[in-house]
């Protein structure tokens, strides 16, 4: 007899033997892995599908542990030791991944994961309200690439931007999403949480906006404490250096050192970082059309040369945020 792939799945038969045997996990634990393994299997008759995660059903026997949100043994690719059916993902987005990608990252060795906060502000004119999450979608990218073990989850967008009842700082302007001090780290500890529950050893918090740092700081602390650094819980402010990038950005001549402020929520730094993203995050080509393509006096209408100057500033905040996470991780 050929030797079954799955412990879980030659499992799941023996579990249901003298019953009704779920064929498509009886398939799936004697066949190759160059074939598909089946998407459903048979529940016994009369009964409802058993339910996932382990639990027992009411007097049934035991079930088997599951992921993937459905049972184990109503498909394979429920049972935790199934292997991927698909190449490795491209991708080091949590949300861009499966189930699946995330496990095999994390058993190759993943044991970071990078927790990115923007917001949604009032940024003059040119800009999306999404500023800071459009530069975070670039740099916690090129962060965890050059890391090379680790992945991002979601960015979060909503952060504290102004007081809510009196309509203080960005509140008065409409579009603005403001979250209360103590919402803002509710939601932050829950994230948290959620990476220690899947078994990251060191997870990082970084900001793009100035009214993010108390939460995560606040947050890193309280874990840091209560779990005694198992895992890590940190807030690595080295990414949000913006007269760095600024001198950075001057000294490799990407603008120059005497800019003049349009007096706007804007400046050319973070321009050039989010048309990386998206040029029409800082609508690019509508300001070429009505002949405003610039910012405090440095020019963006060549595309090619914005595009190559924003990508130079990614890998720049990319490089100094790596290296304070790696003094975090002490490797």
């Not at 680790?150 to 102004?162: K, N």
């Not at 349009?262 to 690019?284: A, K, Q």
Request: charged share 20%; with cysteine; hydrophobic share 40%.
């Amino acid at each position: 007899m050929a030797k079954p792939e799955s412990f879980s799945l030659l499992t799941a038969s023996l579990l249901v033997a003298g019953a009704a045997v779920s064929t498509g996990v009886l398939a799936a634990a004697h066949t190759s892995s160059g074939q598909q393994p089946p998407t459903t299997g048979s529940a016994v008759a009369g009964q409802q599908a058993p339910p996932a995660g382990g639990r027992q059903g009411r007097g049934g026997a035991p079930r088997l542990p599951a992921l993937g949100g459905g049972a184990c043994e109503t498909s394979a690719y429920n049972c935790p030791d199934t292997p991927n059916p698909l190449p490795k993902a491209d991708t080091v987005w949590l949300e861009e991944m499966t189930w699946m990608d995330v496990r095999d990252a994390m058993q190759a060795g993943t044991t970071t994961v990078i927790i990115a906060t923007g917001g949604i502000e009032p940024n003059g004119p040119w800009l999306a309200l999404g500023k800071h999450n459009y530069v975070l979608k670039a740099n916690c990218d090129a962060i965890a690439r050059k890391l090379g073990d680790a992945l991002c989850a979601p960015i979060v967008p909503f952060v504290p931007e102004g007081n809510l009842d009196t309509k203080s700082g960005h509140m008065a302007t409409m579009g603005t999403i403001s979250m209360r001090e103590e919402t803002f780290n509710a939601l932050l500890s829950d994230i948290v949480m959620s990476m220690k529950q899947h078994g990251f050893e060191h997870i990082i918090m970084i900001g793009d906006s100035g009214g993010n740092g108390r939460g995560m700081t606040a947050v890193a602390e309280k874990y840091t404490k209560e779990w005694a650094g198992k895992p890590v819980v940190a807030h690595v402010s080295d990414h949000y250096t913006y007269s760095a990038v600024t001198k950075f950005a001057i000294e490799k001549k990407l603008i120059p050192a005497d800019t003049q402020s349009d007096g706007l929520h804007d400046d050319p730094v973070i321009t050039l970082n989010m048309m990386v993203t998206d040029p029409y995050s800082v609508r690019w080509a509508e300001r070429v059309k009505a002949g405003k393509a610039s910012i405090d006096g440095v020019s963006i209408a060549d595309k090619d040369k914005a595009l190559a100057a924003g990508r130079q500033i990614v890998a720049f905040r990319a490089t100094v945020t790596a290296d304070a996470i790696r003094k975090v991780r002490g490797r």
